[in-house]
């Protein structure tokens, strides 16, 4: 059966630790589409949509999505795009999150970036994103051409309103709490590769070579 010989990809690890960044050069280099539930809450969010209504105040306190909102909302999307390779980034973060997803389809390989906290927290405070593509500049790590402003449409840059220093620690402690335990449920399943480091162009050529190893048929740009 095709369906059987697709490869789909989890990339987890805490609030900031680079899964947009490493996604971002994934799907430069491989056949592989990127679904995002942040980013995808946030369109939500943006066209106020019944979904974006309920999610807004949970995203900006900087606490979770309720399990079967943000189940629903990523499976319906993962459903369009059956026929393709995909690394679906931000999804799972709890067990029943991971749970559900596995009864709708087999997960290869869960890519984990390993990144101190201290780390996170100083680059957070970086962040602008561009909201309407997803796209993340990082005024030390990789600013934009022109300060606030977006290199490909000269639209302005934002920060998330969930960056905030205190709302940053709240959502590392969740992660402690309701996305750890996952990575243990796939380290259980001998899916689980962890990659450990303080900089994204450090962990990447590992990342890299990993997915090489096991996308060794896919066309490279
Ligand atoms: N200083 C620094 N910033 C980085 C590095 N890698 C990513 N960033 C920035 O850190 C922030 C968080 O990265 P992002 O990919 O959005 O992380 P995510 O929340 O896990 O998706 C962004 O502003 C990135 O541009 C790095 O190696 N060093
Ligand atoms: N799988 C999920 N379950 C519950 N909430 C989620 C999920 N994915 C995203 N969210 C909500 O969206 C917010 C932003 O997510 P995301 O953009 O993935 O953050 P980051 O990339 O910084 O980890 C989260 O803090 C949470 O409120």
Redesign the pocket.
């Known amino acids: 059966m095709v369906t059987r010989m697709l490869f789909r990809a989890v990339i987890m690890g ?3 630790s680079g ?2 960044t490493v996604s971002d050069r994934i799907v430069k280099n491989f056949a592989l589409k990127h679904l ?4 995808l ?2 369109t939500n969010v943006q066209n106020k949509t019944e979904i974006g209504v309920v ?1 807004k105040s ?2 900006d306190q ?4 309720p ?1 079967d909102v ?1 189940t629903r909302l ?1 499976l319906q999307e993962l459903h369009k795009i059956n026929e393709t390779n995909w690394l679906l ?6 067990v029943p ?1 991971a749970v559900a997803l596995d009864k709708a389809f087999h997960i290869n390989s869960v890519i984990d970036l390993n990144v101190p906290f201290q780390t996170i927290k100083d680059r957070l405070t970086a962040r602008w994103i561009h909201p309407a593509s997803g796209r993340v500049y990082n005024t030390e790590f990789n600013p934009p051409k022109v300060p606030e402003v977006d290199d490909l449409t000269g639209e302005p840059l934002v920060q998330r309103e ?1 960056d905030k220093p205190e709302t940053v620690t709240r ?1 590392l402690k969740g992660y402690e709490a309701l996305t750890r335990p996952v990575l243990e449920y796939y380290q259980n399943k001998g899916v689980l590769e962890t990659f450990s480091g303080t900089e994204t162009n450090k962990i990447w050529p590992h990342v890299y070579a990993f997915l090489q190893s096991k996308l060794p048929d896919v066309s490279h740009k």
Do not use: E, H, M, N
């Open positions: 805490p609030p900031g899964k947009g995002s539930s942040g980013d809450l946030r999610a949970y995203i900087g606490q979770l999505v399990d943000i990523v980034d931000g999804f799972p973060r709890t999150q969930d959502r």
